[in-house]
């Protein structure tokens, strides 16, 4: 297969960002997360990034448009969504898979978001297989193959002693035959397989959501919630924004931010009617969100099982014994 | 294809970026709703269908979504009450004040369903605006409806909004019928006194060939529905309005949906039957 031996990998990176601006996984300041490639960045390529890959499509705040206003007078001006050629490399199946979900969201239903599209466009996704999930990660249970994903433009493997790579769309493989000097052909080499352990049964688990809107499991499920809104933040699938203005004497630029349903202000309406006034309703659209609403509405998970939000709960609200929760509930009863 | 739901309509590419619009008549309904007529430097801002919203802004304090109650050839009618900062600074405003808009959003009424029948309004409060895009519709259109009969009530005479449609306009147009009633009356009113669903019952308009429309508090709606449903009308015949707290109003911020509807893009109007399938959480 065409690939690098790893001692060359920085080189190759350097080549690659001279010619498009290149997004890394890498140790950020405590944490890790995709930042723009320069010499002496420290690559986090062993295990998934604590922050998804979500933000260099929809970033945590984004300046929409500027504006003017003095006495009766207003004045607009839209703030472009350009956004130059950019490589993302090395995001796991599941976060690719997740780029689908907010696809579904931003470019589709009537009305694209050029934010998002732009960005979008201009980004080539070389994704990188896992070769040892997390006892976490339960991506395969939901569709997803941690091995692999035909979704990326490239795919790259993680084979020891190099990165393989394969083209999986027309544009990687211009990409890979544009950087063909710097790849070689390592003979004998493979790809190598993974699979997640944590297998859960979610076969029906949509049509038996959309019986139990009303049922008490969501009591119970919602008393240990802080409502801090982590999951929501670290998850690669959740899109939902506020919209916001900064004003400096006459003039301003308005933004958005994300926003989580797990705050009390999200519904709140004028008059003080809030149709999720407490915890229950709140934590129960997040689950049914993922696993009734998307699915229903785009026709695939919401939660692509990366297991970010698992990991991170300062209280171990935990989606997949959810899931198994469930699944053990009887209907009839 | 691309946003097309807003170019058909005639608007900005963007749909997340307002255009300027201009405050170019003020009406005033009652203390606290003024309706605000709005064009922009090249007329109309868009051609919305009866039932559809617009984000209305005044920069810098904050935007939000109103339905648009009425439309003239070359302006957008707003019917606004005073709740929070937003509106309160709208009201503040004079002639001449220079606004955000964008739009039009939202399904708008199903005109096809109202086609050929005859059609019973019935509004509380400010309630009657969006209900309003939708009788001028009617009159506008008056061949391909049957009768038109509005019910509608407020709290006080000074508080019935759109006098002039009810009191003036409506009553004379053909086949078409208005009945006014208030909480509680003055000196000078000497109309019907007594709630909106116990008016209703009192007329008992008959369900036969007819859709009910009803938009008002949801209080009001919440009574109206279950007279409705005493008189005979089916879910089906029932059409109504839903408002949730609203950011995009395209479907991407994640803010108004109720299960896996989207008020703002599958919404705001629903029959009875399409709310008796989603989840009882608005
Ligand atoms: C589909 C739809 C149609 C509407 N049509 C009309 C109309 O024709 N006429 C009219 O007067 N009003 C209408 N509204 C309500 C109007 O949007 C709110 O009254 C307005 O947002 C209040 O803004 P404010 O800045 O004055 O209040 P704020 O000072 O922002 O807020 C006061 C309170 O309102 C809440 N709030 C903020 N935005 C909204 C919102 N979009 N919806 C509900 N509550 C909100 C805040 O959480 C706060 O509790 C409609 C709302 C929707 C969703
Ligand atoms: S991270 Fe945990 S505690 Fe915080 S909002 Fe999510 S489920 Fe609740
Ligand atoms: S819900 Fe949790 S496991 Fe699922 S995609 Fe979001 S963060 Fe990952
Ligand atoms: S207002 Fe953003 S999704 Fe409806």
Redesign the interface.
């Given at each position: 297969m065409l690939g690098v031996k790893k001692n060359n990998l920085n080189n190759f990176l350097e080549k690659i960002s001279s010619g498009y601006q290149l997004f890394v996984p890498a140790e950020v300041e405590g944490t890790t997360r995709f930042t723009a490639y320069q010499a002496g960045v420290q690559l986090a390529l062993e295990r998934n990034t604590v922050v998804p890959p979500k933000e260099l499509f929809f970033p945590q705040t984004e300046h929409m448009y500027c504006y003017k206003a003095h006495k009766q007078e207003a004045a607009v001006e839209e703030i472009a969504a350009a956004c130059e050629p950019r490589v993302l490399f090395g995001a796991r199946p599941c976060d690719v898979q997740s780029l689908a979900v907010l696809d579904d969201v931003f470019l589709t239903k009537g009305y694209e978001d050029l934010f998002y599209k732009n960005k979008r466009e201009n980004t080539l996704v070389i994704a990188l297989g896992c070769r040892k999930p997390e006892p976490t990660c339960f991506c395969s249970s939901l569709g997803v193959d941690p091995s692999g994903t035909e979704l990326a433009d490239v795919m790259a493997w993680d084979a020891g002693e190099a990165l393989v790579f394969e083209a999986k769309s027309d544009k990687g493989k211009k990409f890979l035959e544009e950087n063909s000097a710097q790849l070689e052909d390592l003979a004998g080499v493979t790809q190598p397989t993974a699979e997640c352990t944590m297998v859960l049964q979610v076969e029906g688990l949509t049509a038996k959501l959309q019986k139990m809107f009303e049922h008490s499991l969501w009591n119970e499920i919602c008393k240990k919630c802080l409502n801090c809104g982590t999951c929501t933040y670290l998850c690669p699938t959740c899109h939902c924004f506020d919209i916001q203005g900064k004003t400096r004497g006459e003039s301003g630029v308005k933004f958005r931010c994300w926003d989580s349903c797990m705050y009390q202000e999200y519904t709140l309406m004028a008059g003080g009617h809030n149709p999720r006034p407490s915890k229950k309703e709140r934590v129960r659209q997040r689950f049914l969100h993922k696993l009734q609403y998307i699915p229903e509405r785009y026709g695939k998970w919401g939660c692509v099982g990366c297991g970010r939000c698992v990991v991170k709960c300062p209280v171990n609200v935990d989606i997949t014994r959810i899931i198994k929760q469930i699944g053990e509930v009887s209907l009839d009863a | 294809m691309?946003?097309?739901?807003?170019a058909e309509q005639g608007t900005v590419?963007?749909?997340?970026?307002?255009?300027?619009g201009k405050i170019i008549k003020i009406v005033e309904e009652t203390p606290d709703v003024k309706t605000f007529h709005v064009t922009t430097e090249n007329g109309k801002p868009f051609t919305p269908l009866p039932g559809q919203l617009a984000m209305v802004s005044?920069?810098?304090i904050?935007?939000a979504m109103f339905s648009i109650t009425s439309q003239g050839e070359n302006h957008l009618e707003f019917a606004i009450k005073k709740?929070?900062m937003l509106?309160e600074a709208l009201h503040e405003?004079?002639v001449?004040?220079?606004?955000?808009i964008r739009g039009p959003y939202g399904n708008g009424f199903p005109i096809e369903i109202c086609k050929g029948k005859d059609l019973l309004f019935i509004g509380g409060g400010i309630g009657l605006a969006p209900v309003r895009s939708l009788i001028n519709y009617c009159i506008a259109n008056r061949q391909d409806f049957g009768k038109l009969h509005v019910i509608y009530g407020a709290r006080s005479p000074q508080d019935l909004c759109f006098k002039d449609d009810l009191f003036e306009n409506w009553p004379k147009v053909m086949d078409m019928q208005v009945d006014v009633t208030v909480d509680k009356g003055d000196e000078n009113w000497s109309g019907n006194v007594g709630f909106v669903p116990a008016f209703l019952e009192q007329i008992n308009p008959s369900p036969e060939g007819k859709v009910a429309i009803t938009c008002g508090p949801?209080i009001m709606i919440k009574f109206v529905l279950q007279s409705l449903a005493k008189m005979g009308y089916t879910p089906e015949q029932i059409i109504t309005t839903l408002?949730?707290?609203m950011?995009?109003g395209?479907?991407?911020?994640?803010?108004c949906?109720?299960?896996?509807c989207y008020v703002c893009?599958d919404g705001p109007v629903f029959t009875l039957a399409q709310l008796n399938q989603m989840?009882?959480?608005?």
């Open positions: - | 691309p946003n097309q739901a807003l590419m963007n749909p997340l970026i307002p255009v300027v005044m920069l810098p904050g935007e709740v929070g509106t405003a004079a001449g004040q220079q606004i955000g949801p408002e949730m707290r950011k995009c395209i479907g991407k911020c994640g803010r949906n109720i299960g896996s893009l989840p009882n959480e608005y």
